[in-house]
């Protein structure tokens, strides 16, 4: 290899977008084995679904830093709600309720735009809402496929996937990149789970990842200039797990997944496409 090939492939691994992709990816297969190897057969597979989350908080902590206390940007915001995530996932996973699906989307939303809520403008209220009805959708729908393989986690990746790509045509480049992290985290737990799903994907793995997934969508529609209705799109993913069981080849484990996969990206397509056509230009 020549120097300046060299120089190249060290060029594009000095990327933080790149490498955070690649460490996202890598980690769950790493923390899965040391899950799974810790709590055991019994506790262990269910322990195995948070390495999503605790991959996109390693990746987050590895670009950004850590963050201040308390912190002062939704930037700094996102890793904590993350954190709290984990813990609460931690939580559900011990308890049969749904009340949290409703609840911690309004705590996000709250946090994430208190400016706008301490305002007490009715414009702004009505979109906090709204984003509030979003995220409850949101994690309504995926938990209630969480014992269906690998649903979940391919909604979660083809859906990070959308909002990194709206992010960056809103041009948020570090909204874009945890949202990559995070689509490069679930594709490196189906993976592991491609084509036998060695790890199943529990109530608490479901709940940390999407509060990690919501946090980054809900910051990209509070403070970007990204397309509303391009985000709205990206909510038809949430509505296709039942699809699952009916696609052709749904019975395959090698082509089932990835024409489910296939589907789930349709609509993410459609929503990139009307971003990249409703997108703002910048000022030269």
Same mark, same amino acid.
């Given at each position: 290899?020549?120097?300046?090939?060299?120089?190249? =492939?060290?060029?594009?691994?000095?990327?933080?977008?790149?490498?955070?992709?690649?460490?996202?990816?890598?980690?769950? *297969?790493?923390?899965?084995?040391?899950?799974?190897?810790?709590?055991?057969?019994?506790?262990?597979?269910? +322990?195995?679904?948070?390495?999503?989350?605790?991959?996109?908080?390693?990746?987050? @902590?590895?670009?950004?830093?850590?963050?201040?206390?308390?912190?002062?940007?939704?930037?700094?915001?996102?890793?904590?709600?993350?954190?709290?995530?984990?813990?609460?996932?931690?939580?559900?996973?011990?308890?049969?309720?749904? *009340?949290?699906?409703?609840?911690?989307?309004?705590?996000?939303?709250?946090?994430?735009?208190?400016?706008? @809520?301490?305002?007490?403008?009715?414009?702004?209220?009505?979109?906090?809402? @709204?984003?509030?009805?979003?995220?409850?959708?949101?994690?309504?729908?995926?938990? /209630?496929?969480?014992?269906?393989?690998?649903?979940?986690?391919?909604?979660?990746? =083809?859906?990070?996937?959308?909002?990194?790509?709206?992010?960056? &045509?809103?041009?948020?480049?570090?909204?874009?990149?945890?949202? +990559?992290?995070?689509?490069?985290? /679930?594709?490196?737990?189906?993976?592991?789970?491609?084509?036998?799903?060695?790890?199943?994907?529990?109530?608490?793995? =479901?709940?940390? /990842?999407? &509060?990690?997934?919501?946090?980054?969508?809900?910051?990209?529609?509070?403070? &970007?200039?990204?397309?509303?209705?391009? &985000?709205?799109?990206?909510?038809?993913?949430?509505?296709?797990?039942?699809?699952?069981?009916?696609?052709?080849? /749904?019975?395959?484990?090698?082509?089932?997944?990835?024409?489910?996969?296939?589907?789930?990206? @349709?609509?993410?397509?459609?929503?990139? +496409?009307?971003?990249?056509?409703?997108?703002?230009?910048?000022?030269?």
């Amino acid at each position: 290899m020549s120097v300046a090939s060299e120089g190249g =492939v060290q060029h594009i691994l000095d990327d933080p977008f790149i490498m955070g992709v690649v460490l996202a990816a890598a980690l769950p *297969l790493v923390i899965a084995l040391i899950l799974s190897g810790a709590f055991g057969r019994a506790i262990g597979p269910h +322990a195995a679904g948070l390495s999503l989350v605790i991959a996109f908080i390693v990746v987050h @902590l590895a670009i950004f830093g850590w963050p201040l206390f308390p912190p002062r940007s939704s930037l700094q915001k996102i890793v904590y709600l993350a954190g709290a995530g984990l813990a609460l996932g931690l939580v559900l996973d011990r308890i049969s309720s749904r *009340l949290p699906a409703l609840i911690w989307p309004a705590v996000i939303v709250a946090w994430l735009g208190w400016p706008r @809520l301490a305002g007490m403008q009715p414009f702004d209220l009505i979109a906090l809402l @709204l984003l509030w009805l979003a995220g409850a959708f949101v994690f309504d729908r995926l938990l /209630a496929v969480r014992t269906a393989g690998i649903v979940a986690p391919t909604l979660l990746l =083809v859906a990070a996937l959308g909002a990194s790509g709206i992010a960056f &045509t809103a041009y948020a480049e570090s909204l874009s990149q945890l949202a +990559a992290a995070l689509a490069a985290a /679930a594709g490196g737990y189906l993976l592991w789970n491609w084509p036998k799903l060695r790890y199943g994907f529990s109530a608490g793995a =479901v709940f940390s /990842a999407t &509060t990690a997934f919501f946090a980054v969508a809900t910051s990209i529609v509070l403070f &970007t200039r990204a397309s509303l209705p391009a &985000t709205a799109i990206l909510l038809v993913v949430f509505a296709l797990g039942p699809l699952r069981t009916r696609i052709p080849l /749904a019975g395959r484990p090698v082509l089932g997944p990835l024409v489910f996969g296939a589907v789930a990206m @349709l609509p993410v397509l459609a929503a990139i +496409a009307a971003a990249v056509l409703m997108a703002t230009p910048t000022n030269s």
